[in-house]
């Protein structure tokens, strides 16, 4: 009873000396119960009149009376609390303004079975009142305990019993958002019912997306796709985000080819964007090769011709260049007469890097579908420069995207394709680039040709002998087969070899043997990469990983870098898994944790990335360890010496978005913690304001940013 009252008083703004009377009754009424207590007590917050209290007891027993109710409880007391509560619930809504209580039943939509991103209920808002209205009409929801919002994040939640008296109104809430609201107001919420709704919800929201897409009315369609791109963007929380994505998918696949062969522009555009965003390489596989026929191709082209738009750009070429490496050859040569490469050398400026990963995919579907013939043309719009530059300016990251593609570009182009790539220019790159690309600088200077077809076992015969020279050659030799170590025959070839343990050897050589080391570490980053897990067990035979992560503290920047970026690709690729869970066992974690203090900056510039990464392929174990290792106290003394810009702990916030191993509650949990121990670390520093600006901007960003821009477009068409 204490407890309760104490809710009252909090809720109330009132001393004990300013409650009426008749509080008593009222807490007897409510029958203590915490949630009913809150929604009263903020009803009648600073009211000390004893009439007002009386006809709130009075109003609350004529709610619970009529309130509707689950049909069946384990016992009476259950019932009647539950009854009470509602009555509490309908009281609540009966005081607030007219426009909380339509936003509040139109939650009833939603499945409240896990916390909502904002941009979700900002879209529900969308359709009923005036956008510039949406915070204050929420806040009077959750000063009403009818919503909970987090304290640090836009995620909001509703009380078990809330949810459960919300189920009564969903007939109500589906009129009025779908049936009531005008086809356009239609076509914009059903993509966020569809995912964010109740089953039920989610199969009238469906129907309606799919007559949108079908609609003669192009805004429509343009409103619906909009939609449907920003709902899906805001659901990386989601447990069932694989489910989504897959249900879209089956929606939008079988309406692509019409869609991407309308006449209107803006229409093709954003379809192509939704297509990017959702589909993977089997999608791509079912549904592009209907396109075929459809005109596609041109109406994508005469849209890049005009287009200066970077991000309508790298979406419809990368659909272009799906289209050539799912389709038959004509199509390829279409394709490739066709796509303006050009474009894709200007997006490749080391000033553009935001665009980098999407043309990335595109030149490799390309080169995928037309080989020699695809790289003719790249060479012709000079991708090969604007890959070098890369080289030499760009990040760790791209500098190795681009040097894959790079190296593709002249096995596939032959020795007449390398005339970008002097002795001088080489000399200008990264070693690591020195060493992939000298063969081919090699060729032009008439070096002679290998006397016979080397095998497999002399290359590793080669590996183990003497002299770095030859070892090194051997490295060289070895790569084009690693590449290959997901086919069975290659990889079971390969993991009978004595070629991981050579390298194993071979990377624990001499600091000033770093050629070898950083040629070694590379050579399995590729073999890691190409043949996946079988490879990786193979790998985590030896001390592979300890001496990566001890190269990572050695004082050669390259072989710095070299270290980090292998354990970067093993950890992303395919049984990545394995690393990880290598890694926690031995106590590498602990290890990189605490180089982040490291007096070396290039030490902790690569321990603090590998870290990272850690979290975004990790675990609730993997992070709770990190957790108790001081982690975020180790960024934040990191921001109190960088200015406070909140990188570093921005950084780790978003790789907890990413990680799939985290169910949406353990997410969220994480999040706070990361949140709590970062302000406790920085009270009452100088920078506490600028970096927690950081974290909370980073927290609000994907949940809060996706709908209001379009959505106020929206409104003013």
């Known amino acids: 009873m204490e407890i309760s009252k104490a809710v009252l008083l909090h809720h109330t703004f009132l001393t004990e000396d300013q409650l009426p009377e008749v509080a008593e009754m009222l807490l007897e009424r409510c029958g203590h119960h915490p949630l009913t207590v809150a929604v009263m007590g903020k009803a009648l917050r600073k009211e000390v009149r004893a009439e007002k209290w ?20 384990v016992n009476e007391k259950e019932a009647e609390t539950t009854v009470t509560i509602f009555g509490s619930l309908e009281f609540s809504l009966e005081v607030m303004p007219e426009d909380s209580r339509k936003l509040f039943i139109a939650f009833a939509s939603l499945s409240w079975a896990e916390p909502l991103p904002e941009a979700c209920l900002e879209a529900i808002w969308s359709v009923i009142g005036q956008e510039n209205l949406f915070p204050l009409t929420v806040c009077k929801l959750v000063e009403g305990s009818l919503l909970m919002k987090t304290d640090a994040t836009s995620i909001y939640q509703v009380h078990d019993m809330v949810s459960l008296y919300l189920n009564s109104k969903e007939n109500d809430s589906v009129i009025m958002l779908l049936t009531e609201s005008t086809a356009e107001k239609s076509a914009f919420i059903s993509p966020w019912l569809f995912i ?15 007559s949108a897409l079908g609609s003669s009315e192009e ?155 695809a790289v003719e043309k790249m060479f012709a719009s000079e991708l090969d420069k604007s890959l070098i530059r890369l080289l030499e300016n760009g990040s760790d990251v791209t500098q190795h995207h681009a040097l894959v593609i790079l190296k593709s570009f002249y096995e596939l ?44 076992d002399d290359i590793i015969h080669k590996m183990l002998e003497n002299s770095d020279k030859r070892i090194l050659e051997a490295m060289q030799d070895v790569i084009p087969i690693v590449e290959k170590a997901g086919e069975p025959i290659i990889g079971d070839m390969i993991l009978r070899s004595l070629l991981v343990k050579r390298l194993s050897e071979l990377l624990q050589g001499r600091q000033e043997q ?190 809060k940013g996706a709908s209001s821009t379009s959505s106020r477009r929206r409104h003013k068409r």
């Not at 609350?60 to 689950?70: C, D, E, R, V």
């Not at 849209?303 to 659909?319: E, G, R």
């Open 54 to 73: 009386e006809k709130a007891i009075s109003d609350l027993s004529t709610y619970a009376t009529s309130a509707p109710g689950p049909i069946s409880y």
């Open 196 to 210: 964010f709704g109740k089953n039920a919800v989610k199969i009238v929201s469906e129907k309606k997306i799919e």
């Open 219 to 373: 805004k429509q369609a343009i409103i619906v796709l909009e939609s449907i791109i920003q709902a899906f963007m805001s659901s990386e929380l989601i447990s069932e985000i694989e489910a989504t994505r897959a249900s879209l998918s089956r929606i939008l696949g079988p309406k692509i080819g019409d869609l991407m062969s309308a006449e209107s522009q803006s229409l093709v555009a954003l379809s192509a964007k939704a297509i990017i965003s959702i589909f993977t390489k089997a999608d791509f596989s079912n549904y592009l090769p209907s396109l075929e026929t459809t005109g596609a191709v041109d109406n994508l082209a005469d849209i890049l011709q005009v287009c200066d738009d970077p991000m309508v750009q790298t979406n419809i070429s990368t659909v272009l260049a799906k289209l050539a490496e799912f389709g038959t050859p004509g199509t390829v040569d279409k394709v490739l007469q066709r796509i303006p490469l050009s474009q894709l050398a200007d997006l490749l400026s080391p000033s553009a890097e935001e665009w980098h990963d999407s043309v990335f995919t595109t030149l490799i579907s390309l080169m995928k579908a037309g080989k020699s013939k």
């Open 413 to 456: 182009g032959g020795p007449s394709t390398n005339g970008s790539l002097g002795p001088g220019i080489l000399k200008l790159l990264p070693w690591q680039a020195r060493l992939r690309l000298e063969k081919y600088v090699l060729s032009d200077q008439n070096s002679l040709p290998s006397p016979k077809p080397q095998t497999f």
């Open 514 to 703: 770093y050629l070898l080391k950083a040629e070694s570490a590379f050579v399995l980053m590729k073999l890691a990469c190409s043949g996946g897990e079988p490879c990786i067990k193979k790998i985590l035979e030896y001390d592979i990983i300890q001496e990566l992560v001890k190269m990572m503290q050695c004082d050669t920047p390259e072989l710095q870098d070299s270290a980090y970026t292998t354990l970067h690709q093993m950890l992303f690729a395919q049984g990545g898994v394995l690393i990880l869970d290598q890694m926690f066992q031995i106590g590498q974690i602990d290890r990189l944790v605490n180089l982040i203090e490291s007096k070396s900056a290039k030490t902790r510039e690569v321990s603090l990335n590998c870290v990272l990464d850690v979290v975004e392929v990790g675990n609730k174990i993997c992070l709770e360890r990190m957790f108790s290792l001081q982690v975020i106290e180790k960024l934040a003394k990191i921001e109190k010496s960088r200015g406070g810009s909140g990188a570093t702990v921005v950084g780790f916030l978003k790789g907890i978005s990413k990680c799939k191993h985290l169910t949406t509650a353990e997410r969220w949990v994480m999040k706070q913690q990361v949140v709590r121990k970062a302000r406790a670390a920085l009270k009452g520093h100088k920078f506490e304001t600028q970096v927690m600006a950081a974290i909370d901007a980073c927290l609000s960003e994907g949940s």
